[in-house]
Every structure is written in structure tokens, then in C-alpha cells.
Nanobody, 115 residues
Framework: QVQLVESGGGLVQPGGSLRLSCATSRNIVNIRNMGWYRQAPGKQRELVAR???????NYVDSVKGRFTISRDNAKNTLYLQMNSLKPEDTAVYYCNVQTVLSQYWGQGTQVTVSS
């Protein structure tokens, strides 16, 4: 089992920044695949960014150049730095961890971009 706890969401004006954190209950050094998803009202959950144990990352086109995913293995924490936020980034953001046997989700954190 892996427990995931997200934090860092909130209300921000367009153009602003937020950093999301996902604290995990176990050592993540051997977890190959970690990522952030989001779900806006009335829409399907979508992958935002993913990071692999070797440091390789990928992003959905709409956030490239604005968001940065990173992981701190010493702190067992996953991050998502979000800059130049837009109203269309408004969603609940979920942390996701995939192991060999299963995948796990956090409870989600709300991000609202509005003036």
C-alpha cells in the first residue's frame, strides 16, 4: 500500500504560480513511474505530467513550458511547479503512483485560477 497526500492547491490569479506537493508513505526511490493528473468539472481526468525514476519527464501539450514535475527521493515527495497559470488550468489535481503490482491515487487538491 502507498498513501499519497497532496497539498499546495488554492486560488490564484491568471499568470500566477503554485507548487503542488505529494507526500508518499513509502520510499519512492524504486518507484519507476509517478505523475500528476487533473480533472475539471464535466471533463475526464487527464494526465498532466509524468516523471520516471531516471528523470525522464513528459507533459501534456497544454502545460509544456509552464509546468515542471520533479521528485525528491530523499523526502519521498513529488512536486508540480505551475507557472503562468490560466483559467483553463482550474481543476482538481491528483497525484498518481504506479508500481509493478498496482497504482495509487491521492485525494486531490483543488486549483482555481480566476481574477
Amino acid at each position: 500500500q502507498v498513501q499519497l497526500v497532496e497539498s499546495g492547491g488554492g486560488l490564484v490569479q491568471p499568470g500566477g504560480s503554485l507548487r503542488l506537493s505529494c507526500a508518499t508513505s513509502r520510499n519512492i526511490v524504486n518507484i519507476r513511474n509517478m505523475g500528476w493528473y487533473r480533472q475539471a468539472p464535466g471533463k475526464q481526468r487527464e494526465l498532466v505530467a509524468r516523471i520516471f525514476s531516471g528523470g525522464i519527464t513528459n507533459y501534456v501539450d497544454s502545460v509544456k513550458g509552464r509546468f515542471t514535475i520533479s521528485r525528491d527521493n530523499a523526502k519521498n515527495t513529488l512536486y508540480l511547479q505551475m507557472n503562468s497559470l490560466k483559467p483553463e488550468d482550474t481543476a482538481v489535481y491528483y497525484c498518481n503512483v504506479q508500481t509493478v503490482l498496482s497504482q495509487y491515487w491521492g485525494q486531490g487538491t483543488q486549483v482555481t485560477v480566476s481574477s
